[in-house]
């Protein structure tokens, strides 16, 4: 199924994230939600950069499916602007991916993540990036990390909400969504959930995508991975 769908090709909070991936559902807020206080919409603006800052990063993501879930477990380096993982499909369809912002790579059978650093460019099969979901999830990976905090003021007239708190792996967090581009058409909320520590530490985002009855999700497990091999960008 994921060799199937995998070609390399051609990629402010909100444009970055909302720009460039298709099909969001835009839910309605809970009925706890209030706009973000000051100091939350300072915690979000930081949350890219602390993201960058802590790369290369651990991420598992997590793409449901009628038959059950796509995983991915890979590691992110934002200053290469590249990712690498083992991915598990429901039944037998397991291998690597290497991605970046312009598409992504496919080694099935492959099961040794440390592999993917003597693989040469010719074990990769690669695509171009689509709408379907498990795409969504990979590009917004891409998407969650920039070299500078974002503008505070400008975001949280972009409309964030606070949802909730919750504790995660015994950690606290507050649940935001997401700023929405001013150009945006349709009433809601964003398609983007995140969950935000105190120091603007980013641990979760979610995404709703049409079709998919859970979202999306991307976890930042914990821990500086080692770093994104070369291959297949640079190796022959």
Not at 70 to 76: E, I, L, R, S
Not at 81 to 110: I, K, N
Not at 137 to 151: E, H, I, K, T
Request: glycine letters at 12%; zero cysteines; proline letters at 8%.
């Amino acid at each position: 199924m994921i060799g199937r769908r995998m070609r390399w090709a051609a990629g402010g909070l909100t444009a970055a994230l909302v720009a460039g991936v298709g099909g969001w559902l835009w839910p309605a807020d809970g009925p706890t939600a209030r706009p973000v206080t000051r100091d939350e919409a300072g915690r979000l603006a930081l949350a890219r950069f602390t993201t960058y800052e802590a790369s290369p990063a651990r991420v598992r993501v997590t793409v449901p499916g009628r038959n059950g879930d796509t995983v991915v477990d890979g590691a992110v380096d934002y200053r290469s602007h590249h990712a690498v993982g083992s991915y598990r499909a429901p039944g037998t369809d397991s291998g690597l991916l290497a991605w970046d912002q312009e598409g992504l790579g496919v080694a099935p059978g492959a099961s040794d993540l440390s592999a993917a650093a003597t693989m040469p460019r010719a074990a990769w099969s690669p695509r171009a990036f689509s709408s379907d979901p498990f795409d969504v999830g990979l590009q917004l990976v891409m998407r969650l990390a920039a070299d500078r905090p974002d503008n505070a003021q400008l975001l949280a007239e972009q409309g964030p909400r606070w949802l909730r708190s919750e504790r995660i792996d015994a950690r606290s967090y507050d649940v935001f969504s997401g700023p929405r581009p001013r150009s945006a058409a349709e009433p809601g909320d964003s398609p983007l959930t995140y969950w935000i520590d105190g120091d603007g530490g980013l641990r979760r985002v979610t995404v709703r995508v049409t079709g998919l009855e859970r979202p999306v999700t991307v976890d930042f497990t914990g821990g500086r991975a080692e770093a994104v091999p070369a291959t297949p960008w640079t190796v022959g």
